[in-house]
């Protein structure tokens, strides 16, 4: 077998395109993750993350476009000799080697020496070498898994892919996987490139995040960023929750923009502004607020003129930590609320209630976006989990 490829640096990709057919999983991509950082690839079933990762990988070849680690051109360089591991959701251990070598496996096949060195410290950097003698079958899935990325990390290669490496886990044992990645990839240095469909997966481990759909990245940015000032309403209802609803802008000055519509006025800072967003006086905007922004009360606690909302509670979900609110807008729309649980009462359905925020907390969109752009995928992915 040859050896594997030296090449360090970034991962770039350039105007990377994949076509079946008829359809293009991903069109024109033009990326780069920096070296050493846990970057993920965030979106729906087809959206062409998978894709995109498997041509890093070498699993599938680009039709056009370029893949390379710094300076080296990758693009057709075979799976095997690229300094790049895959960890899948399925494990793909043996079940008849032990913990031990299951992770000497790569090793052994490549000659390396001092293979019982390098295997004990994947091991303990997994927290699972007093573990090293058991078979898979004795292993829990969280364990498996950690089994998994010891094999992958034991060859040192300069990327490490992770396709939903926790879809098969449960909620608990997925949320503690999730710190033990992100633990892991600070302690070795490598690149993480990780493909999730779940938005708290990605915002909890990555430091960038690019939110893809229909083959091409939406949005590109830190995790904060992201959900504070989307670009589009996909990004907006897909990462997270939010309330969108159309606006027409009355005035603009340097630092703010005043939006209206019939149910009221609306304060928005020009820095939550989408770029490309239309700010003619007398044009549409797409205002945005996240649930956990709102305050909801019985009674009118607005001090000002600006964002201000009525409606009706729909209905009330009590979850410990928070009550969730749907509420029903004067305008016919339908709104959710997050309230802090500070030990207040409940407000019940049916009661007439006032919604209120803060103007900084609002974000701005174009008023060509769709409403409902990503909100229906991220409802069925928090539905079913799939």
Request: with cysteine; aromatic share 6%; charged share 20%.
């Amino acid at each position: 077998m040859s050896d594997v490829l030296t090449a360090t640096g970034n991962v770039k990709l350039k105007g990377l395109r994949k076509v079946y057919g008829d359809f293009a999983a991903v069109q024109n991509l033009d990326l780069e993750i920096p070296q050493g950082s846990f970057f993920a690839l965030l979106g729906p079933s087809g959206c062409g993350k998978t894709t995109t990762l498997r041509m890093i990988a070498g699993l599938d070849e680009p039709t056009s476009g370029q893949v390379m680690i710094g300076e080296t051109d990758i693009t057709h360089t075979k799976s095997f000799q690229r300094p790049v591991n895959t960890v899948f959701q399925n494990y793909a251990l043996f079940p008849h080697m032990d913990i031990f070598e299951n992770v000497a496996f790569g090793l052994r096949r490549r000659g390396q020496k001092d293979i019982d060195k390098s295997v004990t410290d994947a091991l303990e950097l997994v927290q699972l070498g007093h573990l090293a003698k058991r078979k898979p079958g004795q292993m829990s899935g969280g364990q498996q898994q950690r089994i998994a990325l010891a094999r992958a990390i034991v060859n040192r290669p300069q990327v490490l892919l992770l396709d939903e490496p926790l879809g098969a886990l449960d909620l608990k044992l997925r949320r503690q996987m999730q710190l033990e990645l992100k633990r892991i990839q600070l302690e070795v240095g490598l690149t993480f490139v990780h493909v999730t469909h779940d938005q708290e997966e990605a915002m909890t481990m990555a430091d960038t995040i690019a939110v893809m759909n229909n083959g091409v990245i939406e949005q590109l940015g830190a995790p904060t960023d992201l959900y504070e000032n989307p670009q589009t309403a996909f990004v907006a209802n897909f990462l997270g929750q939010s309330n969108l609803f159309r606006a027409t802008i009355d005035s603009v000055d340097a630092d703010n923009i005043v939006a209206s519509d019939k149910d009221g006025r609306y304060l928005l800072s020009r820095k939550r502004i989408a770029a490309g967003t239309d700010l003619t006086v007398g044009s549409k905007l797409l205002v945005g607020i996240r649930p956990e922004k709102i305050s909801v009360s019985t009674h009118d606690q607005l001090s000002g003129e600006f964002n201000h909302q009525t409606g009706t509670v729909r209905d009330a979900s009590f979850f410990g930590v928070s009550t969730q609110y749907v509420i029903d807008t004067a305008s016919g729309d339908h709104w959710m609320a997050f309230e802090q649980n500070s030990g207040g009462t409940v407000i019940s359905a049916g009661t007439k209630v006032f919604a209120t925020w803060k103007p900084e907390h609002a974000f701005g969109l174009p008023g060509s976006e769709d409403v409902l752009a990503g909100d229906a995928v991220a409802s069925e992915f928090e539905t079913t989990g799939s």
